[in-house]
C-alpha cells in the first residue's frame, strides 16, 4: 500500500496543451501504425484494448497493419487455444480480447451493458424475468455449444408467448459468452457457435464492477483521452467519478479547445513531427471508434463517409496518419483489385507509398489471386 501512495504521488502532474498532431501521433504510436512491432498477438491484442469484430475478418487484417510478419494462422491459432476470445464487450458490441482481459474485465462492462439493452428494448425488457433467463440459457449453453438461432427456438418450445428476440438480446448482454473458434478461413462462419465462458475458459470473469482497470487499459491504448472519449469508447457512463479517484496517478494535458485529457504517466507521446507511414485499417477498426472526439484522426466532414446511416464503419487508409480515403477489394474469379477512394487529390508520392502499401494488403487478403491490382476511385 505504501509504495501504491508513494507511485501516485510521484506521478507527473502538468497542464501542458497538446496540439491536434501531437495527440495522433501519440494515438498512433500506442496503435503500432507508426511503425509494424515485433509483438505477440496475444500481447497486440491486449495493447490494443481489444479489436472490434462484429465481422471475422478485419481483425486479421487490422493485426496484418501493425504487426511484423503477422500470418493469418497467428490469430486463428491464439482463437483455437482459447488465448483469444471473441464476444460481446465494448459498447454491446462483438470484440477480440485475450482471455486474460475478457476474465478480468468483463465485469466492469456490465453497468454499460445493461443500461445498452434497456436503451433498445425499452418496455420489452420489463416484461422479461432477466435471472430465469440467465439460468435457462446457461444451462443450454452449458450442454453444447449453440448458436442464438437455436437459443431462440428453445425459448420459443419453452414458452410459445415469449418475445424471443427481446429475451435472446437480454441473454447476449448478460450472460458471458463467447463464440467458439472454427477452421473457417477467418476462423468463424456466419452464424458462429457460442459456448458460456465457464466452460470454454474454465473459469466465470470477475463480476467487480470497478472501472479503473478498464480505464488504465484505455489510456494505455487511445489516450491521452477525456471522460467523454472513454465513455465513448466503452459504453458506460459516469466515468468522471472514476477518474478522480485515479486523478493522482495520471498526467493531465489540455487540447487546444481547453479541455481536460487524462494519460498515463509513462504511455508514449512522440513528437508531433514523427513520420507515419500509409497504413491500411480494415472496416470497424477501433482507431476511428475509439473517442467521442474524433478529430485526432478523422475530420468532421469526412465522418459521414466513414460511417454510414446504418452503422456499417467502412475500411480505411491513412495519411501521414489521418483518415483519408476508405477502400475495398473487388473480387473477379481470380484477379483481385483494391479500389481507394480518397476524400480529395492526392499527391504522387503518396499514390506511390499508398500503392506499394496496397499491394502488400492484397497478398494478405487474397493470397490465391492470380492477378491484382490498384485503382484509385
Known amino acids: 500500500m505504501g509504495a501504491d501512495k508513494k ?7 502538468t497542464d501542458a496543451v497538446l496540439t491536434l498532431r501531437a495527440l495522433n501521433r501519440a494515438t498512433l504510436a500506442r496503435q503500432m501504425l507508426l511503425a509494424r512491432e515485433r509483438i505477440g498477438v496475444v500481447a497486440a491484442v491486449e495493447r490494443l484494448a ?3 469484430a462484429q465481422v471475422a475478418k478485419p481483425p486479421f487484417i487490422g493485426l496484418w497493419t501493425r504487426v511484423e510478419g503477422f500470418e493469418r494462422g497467428a490469430l486463428a491459432r491464439t482463437l483455437a487455444d482459447r488465448k483469444v476470445v471473441r464476444a460481446t464487450l465494448m459498447r454491446g458490441t462483438l470484440h477480440l480480447a485475450s482471455a486474460r482481459d475478457y476474465l478480468t474485465l468483463r465485469g466492469a462492462l456490465q453497468p454499460g451493458l445493461t443500461a445498452g439493452m434497456r436503451s433498445i428494448l425499452r418496455q420489452r425488457a420489463d416484461e422479461l424475468d432477466v435471472p430465469a433467463l440467465l439460468r435457462a440459457a446457461t444451462a443450454f449453453f452449458d450442454d453444447e455449444p449453440r448458436t442464438f438461432d437455436e437459443l431462440r427456438d428453445e425459448l420459443l418450445r419453452r414458452n410459445p408467448k415469449i418475445d424471443e428476440r427481446a429475451a435472446a438480446y437480454a441473454v447476449r448482454t448478460h450472460l458471458p459468452l463467447v463464440q467458439v473458434a472454427t477452421d473457417d478461413p477467418w476462423s468463424f462462419p456466419a452464424s458462429a ?3 458460456t465462458a465457464r466452460k470454454w475458459l474454465g473459469k466465470s470473469p470477475a463480476v467487480d464492477a470497478d472501472p479503473a482497470p478498464l480505464i488504465r487499459r484505455y489510456l494505455a491504448a487511445f489516450g491521452p483521452a477525456s471522460v467523454a472519449d472513454a465513455q465513448a469508447w466503452s459504453g458506460l457512463a459516469g466515468l468522471r467519478e472514476a477518474f478522480e479517484r485515479l486523478r493522482d496517478e495520471l498526467v493531465v494535458f489540455r487540447d487546444e479547445r481547453k479541455r481536460e485529457l487524462f494519460d498515463l504517466s509513462d504511455a508514449p507521446r512522440p513528437d508531433e513531427d514523427t ?3 500509409p497504413r491500411f485499417l480494415p472496416e470497424f477498426d477501433n482507431l476511428v471508434l475509439a473517442h467521442d472526439d474524433r478529430a485526432r484522426v478523422l475530420d468532421a466532414a469526412h465522418r459521414s463517409l466513414v460511417v454510414t446511416k446504418n452503422l456499417r464503419v467502412l475500411a480505411t487508409f491513412l495519411v501521414d496518419g489521418r483518415v483519408a480515403g476508405t477502400w475495398e477489394v473487388e473480387r473477379k474469379k481470380m484477379a483481385a483489385t483494391l479500389v481507394l477512394a480518397p476524400f480529395s487529390k492526392l499527391a504522387k508520392s503518396e499514390r506511390e507509398a499508398l500503392s506499394l ?6 497478398e ?6 492470380t492477378s491484382r491490382a490498384i485503382r484509385f476511385a
Open 193 to 195: 457457435d457460442f459456448a
Open 50 to 52: 481489444g479489436m472490434q
Open 364 to 369: 494478405f487478403t487474397d493470397p490465391d489471386a
Open 275 to 277: 513520420p507515419a507511414p
Open 357 to 362: 502499401e496496397g499491394e502488400r494488403l492484397l
Open 7 to 13: 507511485k501516485r504521488a510521484s506521478a507527473p502532474k
